[in-house]
Every structure is written in C-alpha cells, then in structure tokens.
C-alpha cells in the first residue's frame, strides 16, 4: 500500500512527495524513479524534510509507535486501516494526535465511494423502511505467496484487522453504530497464528442485526473485491456480498455496478428505487 500512496500523491493537485521511508532496501528504487529522498529511519526523514503530513502504511502493529512519534513532531497523519492492532494501542495513538494538535485520517476511502454513499441514503432515509437485519458475505482465497510477508502470519495480520475492519467500518456508516458483538475464528486451514476465518454477529444501536462470515482460505465469489473489481488480482463477479433486509423491501449491493432494490408495489409488481 505505501508504493500505491506514494505513486498518488506524486499525480495529486497542491500534493509534493518529499521523501520515502522503509526498512526494506529494495524500496530505494521506487524513491529514485520518484525523485525524492530515501531514508531507512522515520524520524531522521521527518527531522530532515519536515514534512506536513505523512502515510503510515507499516505493518499493522506499528501504527500506533509511529504515528504517536509523528504527532510529537506536529506532523499529520494518514494511517492506513486499521488505525492499530487493538483498542489500547488505538485509543494512545487518538490521544497522542489531540494532545499534539495534529489533524489524523485512518484510511476507510471505501465511504467515499459513491455507491455507499448511495446505500446510506437509502437506508437512512427509510426508503426500504426500518432496517432489520445485514449479511454480508466476505469471502476469497488469498494466494500462498501473499503469505511469504511474515507480518501477515502474526497478530494484527489476519483478514479480520487486514480485511473485514472495512466491511466494518462501511456498516457503520451506512446503519449507525454497533453496541455489541459476540464473534468467533478459527485458522484451522492455514494454521498461522492469525485467524483465517471468522463469524460475526452484531447488534446495531437501532436494533438491528448483522451477521458476517469472512475467510481468506475458500474461492468464491462473494466479497467486496470480487463484486466491485476494485482488487484487480481478484476476478469479478455479478454476485451480491452486501444484504439489507427492511420491512419494507430487500435490498441487494451488487456493488460492483449499480444499487438495486425491489419493492412490490399496490398492482403485485415490482419497482426499482
């Protein structure tokens, strides 16, 4: 993902990319094409380009030591999701960017999509009637050399934090917050000490109810990245991922094109919203 931000912000109006940090080598040459500073140490590339803002797109568990560090420069934050790999490390790094005064962002680009803002206006305004029930269905086989990065194996590395923490956030948005969960996961397949699949169940403050099954280790054709091609490593599907029941109506996010929902009308048909 840091390869990805850095190329973008190099194409950004008002955007200048002053300098590239990584403990790996390699990344060197990605700095050289850009034409900016290499460094292998964080705090001596701050020090030294005294930049505006910066992308934490580290491993998951060091979210939280780096952006603490970078707020005590004054040095704004764009940390890739999720923000930290549990709620303590979270809420220090959420303190550490107020008591510093900085302005921080955590990377769930996926409620700018025009489609979710779509599916919260529906839902929000009642268009389906009262929310009763979401399933959503994340599920793909991630290949085994996505597995050869050993942070990926380890604690904070698993589709829960890496994946699911997405769906998540996009829930939220689109039918208010969450006020309970009971969940369970396994890595009965893969054996890592992450999760390779877990089950979900949530209660949202307006009384409805979630269920989710997420996995990494079963091809199929239902999750975000398939339905809406945004992962191009994935195919793409025609499938559903995403499913709003209402009292009013269905609602079916086959997201990869359009919102539709189907509601019978007083005649016995149908009408799209």
Same mark, same amino acid.
Request: hydrophobic share 40%; charged share 20%; aromatic share 10%.
């Given at each position: ?70 707020? /005590? !420069? *004054? ?7 999720? $923000?930290?790999?549990?709620? %303590? ?5 959420? +303190? ?47 290949p085994s050399d996505y597995f050869q990065?050993?942070?990926?194996? /380890? !604690? *904070? ?7 699911? $923490?997405?769906?998540?956030? %996009? ?5 208010? +917050? ?91 048909g149908t009408s799209r919203l």
């Amino acid at each position: 993902m840091g390869m990805k931000h850095a190329n973008i912000i190099t194409h950004l109006h008002g955007c200048q990319l002053a300098g590239i940090c990584d403990v790996n080598p390699a990344v060197r040459s990605l700095a050289g094409e850009l034409g900016v500073a290499f460094y292998s140490d964080y705090e001596k590339m701050i020090g030294a380009e005294e930049p505006d803002g910066v992308v934490i797109a580290t491993p998951t568990t060091l979210h939280a030591s780096v952006g603490m560090t970078c707020a /005590q !420069h *004054g040095v704004n934050l764009f940390v890739e999701k999720p $923000i930290a790999a549990d709620l %303590t490390e979270a809420k220090k790094l959420v +303190e550490s960017a107020r008591e510093y005064g900085v302005n921080m962002l955590v990377g769930h680009h996926r409620r700018f999509n025009p489609m979710v803002e779509t599916a919260r206006l529906i839902i929000r305004q009642g268009k389906i009637g009262k929310l009763v029930a979401i399933s959503i269905l994340w599920v793909l086989l991630k290949p085994s050399d996505y597995f050869q990065t050993e942070w990926r194996r /380890q !604690h *904070g590395g698993g589709p829960v934090l890496i994946n699911l $923490i997405h769906d998540i956030d %996009t829930m939220r948005y689109i039918c208010g +917050e969450i006020e309970r969960v009971y969940a369970e996961t396994s890595s009965a397949i893969r054996g890592f000490e992450v999760e390779d699949t877990a089950s979900v169940t949530l209660r949202f403050s307006n009384g409805a109810l979630g269920g989710i099954v997420a996995s990494d280790c079963v091809p199929s054709s239902w999750s975000y990245e398939a339905t809406t091609g945004e992962n191009p490593y994935y195919f793409r599907t025609s499938q559903n991922c995403y499913f709003f029941l209402a009292q009013k109506a269905h609602y079916l996010s086959q997201i990869y094109a359009w919102f539709i929902t189907r509601t019978h009308n007083r005649q016995g048909g149908t009408s799209r919203l």
